[in-house]
Structure formats: C-alpha cells, structure tokens
C-alpha cells in the first residue's frame, strides 16, 4: 500500500516569493494534517482536516498561509509571500477514523528553503 | 511553557546498553501518549502507544505517570539500528502535540 506522497521534496525560493506543497494521503483516510518542522524541534500543527473540512486551523499563520483539500483527497498548502522564517520541512500526516485516535502516517516531507 | 518537554540529550551508549528518557507535559486532560521514533532527515513513524499500565514491545518499555504528568521510554540490549530522535507525543482532542525530542546514538 502507498504511504501519504508529498511533493515537491525538496523547495528553494527567494523571500517574497510564493510557494504551494502537495499532499496525497493514504486512500480511505480522511484526517490530514500539515505540521511544520522547524530544525531542533518537534512537528506543530498548522491545519487538521475532516474529509474537505478544515477542523483546526487554530495555528496557521492566516496572514500568508492558505491550505485547501477541494474534494476531501488531496490538500495543498500555500505560503504567500514567504519570509525568511518559513524555512521548515512541512509534512503531510493522514490518519484513519476517528472512531478511536488512529496513528497518523506521515509522508517524507517538503524541505523549504527561504533565501 | 511547552506543552511537551523532553531532554534533548544526546544519550551516546554502548551496544547492548540499557538506556531510559523521559518527557513531562503540561495539560492534564491529555487522552492518550505515544513514542515517535525520527530517523535523520525521515519522518516521524510511531514506536508504540503508552498505556497507564506500561507496557512492552519487544525491547522497548514504556510508563505514564498521569499523577506527576510524565512519560518515559526504556529501550533494553540497544543495537546500532535505534540510533535515531524519539519524539514524545501527547494528544488532547486528536490534536498531536509533540516534543523536540531526545537523540540516542548507539556505537559499536
């Protein structure tokens, strides 16, 4: 079975620039998640979706992130424009039903490089 | 305050070594726990989920003090292969909150 597929794995922009990551989850999970990984640092939870329904987006920096998952599948999220800052790994997680807490299978992660 | 909080280590031991860490968290109505393991420049995969009662996988153990707010890991007969970042992980509401996490380097 494929694990959650990210795309690009590896990014470098100029700052200012914008930049768009791709996530494709595990088929039949309907959790995704972002998180940002900073260098030193545990992952943080940017945005959760529910199938196409953004759940909790209590910690994306709304000012110049966006993330979409249109047709409850796949997500992208957006940085626009990008600050020095914001260089990170961005991994995509998905998870099962929520019945019960599910483990969350992360993919390889998007490497940004601010510049 | 962090929400999670581990000792960053790193903790550098011998094959065959018995190594322990642990990690505290600041919200007492936190459902549930678990132990990622990290691998350079991977990404995070689950080692095991920790019980009230502690529990074992193999050569590894794992506690939860609830009362004190802290967990700990115990990995047994250490080999090169779990040279890696273990991630400690505390979910309230299927929000993930993570550690920095603690970096245990097995030599030969």
């Known amino acids: 079975e494929a694990g959650v597929v990210q795309s690009p794995r590896y990014k470098i922009i100029e700052k200012k620039q914008p930049v768009a990551f791709w996530c494709n989850p595990i088929?039949?999970?309907?959790?995704l998640y972002w998180y940002r990984q900073n260098l030193g640092q545990g992952p943080e939870l940017l945005i959760r979706?529910?199938?196409?329904?953004?759940?909790?987006d209590s910690q994306l920096p709304k000012d110049r992130f966006s993330a979409e998952r249109l047709k409850g599948v796949d997500s992208t999220l957006k940085i626009q424009p990008a600050e020095l800052g914001d260089s990170a790994v961005y991994l995509c997680?998905?998870?099962?039903?929520?019945?019960?807490?599910?483990?969350?299978?992360f993919g390889p992660g998007t490497r940004l490089t601010v510049l | 305050r962090k929400e999670v909080e581990q000792d960053p280590g790193p903790f550098n031991v011998p094959e065959g070594a018995t190594v322990a860490f642990n990690c505290t968290y600041s919200?007492?109505?936190?459902?549930?726990f678990f132990w990622y393991r990290q691998d350079c420049r991977k990404e995070p995969k689950l080692l095991m989920s920790?019980?009230?009662s502690g529990n074992e996988d193999g050569r590894f153990t794992a506690q939860l003090n609830r009362a004190s707010q802290y967990i700990s890991l115990l990995i047994r007969d250490s080999k090169l292969s779990d040279s890696a970042t273990y991630l400690c992980?505390?979910?309230?509401?299927?929000?993930?909150?993570f550690g920095a996490g603690t970096t245990v380097t097995v030599r030969a």
């Open positions: 920790v019980y009230s």
């Open positions: 992980v505390v979910n309230q509401d299927y929000k993930l909150s």
């Open positions: 979706y529910e199938n196409e329904e953004a759940v909790d």
């Open positions: 997680a998905s998870s099962g039903d929520h019945a019960d807490y599910n483990e969350q299978f």
């Open positions: 088929s039949g999970h309907n959790t």
């Open positions: 919200n007492s109505a936190s459902q549930s």
